[in-house]
């Protein structure tokens, strides 16, 4: 890998803060991802199915040593900062030299324009290496990777180049710690550049606890999905976490506020009846009240919460890409 070449000039515009040491050139952004295969889809079957293992099941697998020369590339690659006349077909062209690729970018086909309404892209490689190579071809400076990219009007222009390790979607800060789905949290809204550790750092930080994190990403792609996963290994930051509702999260000049909901699972039992009052059919409702934290079935959920100063608890089911959703519920 290159180095970047340093100056004094202090650059303008989109990366003016992390490229200040390099000419003051214009600059665009590209973001892949890295993964491996079998520990992220072993961490994702203890999560998202995790009523079979049960609140001891212990995790085998130190995620926290995984070994780095074993991973790979998404083929999904964010690239930021474009020229503002730059086209889907130069943008092609330009990546082509890797590998055969798609062009896309959020809500393109509803725009049907053929430039990135807000600068930046994704490339959709057709092969895994075409990704390295492109890393590969990147100038280095600090923990960030550049290329050069040209427009009708501008030559040349500087991309910046974010690689996502899937190894960065799964973190386990001790694996002797049991995990317990009924601690675990959902983290919506999830900066896409975070890791997983850097996830598990700050809620470790703020509520203590942290046992494990996990980075939501697309099942073909292995692309983070904008969300996370966070498990404590006691109740006490469990409740401190979800009654925040919110966290304030951070990486480089990205800072943005989510929101922090327990984590609910689709095939757990009443709490109350075990299935009695419900046939053993799975209880769909979960009251996030710290007075409650508990799974219900429609009967129990309704002679439970007719009681005084439960009526008001709104019951939270699960519902697609694991996000936890409110519902209104009819009272018999």
Known sequence: ??????????????????????????????????????????VDRQLEQLAPV????????????????????????????????????????????FGPLVVDWPHKAESKSYFPPKGYAFLLFQEEPSVQLLIDSCIQEDDRLYLCVSSPTIKDKLVQIRPWRISD????????????????????????????FELATIMDRLYGGVCYAGIDTDPELKYPKGAGRVAFSSQQSYIAAISARFVQLQHGDIEKRVEVKPYVLDDQMCDECQGVRCGGKFAPFFCANVTCLQYYCEQCWAAIHSRPGREFHKP?????????????FRWY
């Open 54 to 97: 049960g609140p001891t099941s212990m995790f085998h697998q130190k995620f926290d040593r995984i070994d780095e020369s074993l991973g790979r590339y998404s083929r999904k690659v964010f690239v930021g900062g474009l020229p503002p006349d730059i086209d889907e077909e130069e943008i092609t062209a330009t990546f082509h030299r």
């Open 169 to 196: 979607a799964d973190y386990v800060f001790d694996s002797s710690l049991p995990l317990d789905p009924r601690k675990t949290v959902f983290v919506g809204g999830v900066p896409r550049p975070l890791k997983a």
């Open 1 to 42: 890998m290159k180095s970047a070449q340093v100056d004094g000039h202090e650059p303008k515009g989109y990366f003016s803060q992390s490229l200040s040491k390099l000419q003051p050139k214009h600059y665009v952004q590209v973001k892949p991802a890295y993964f491996q295969e079998e520990n992220h889809v072993l």
């Open 316 to 328: 939270l089911v699960k519902e697609g890409a694991d996000r936890p959703r409110t519902v209104p």
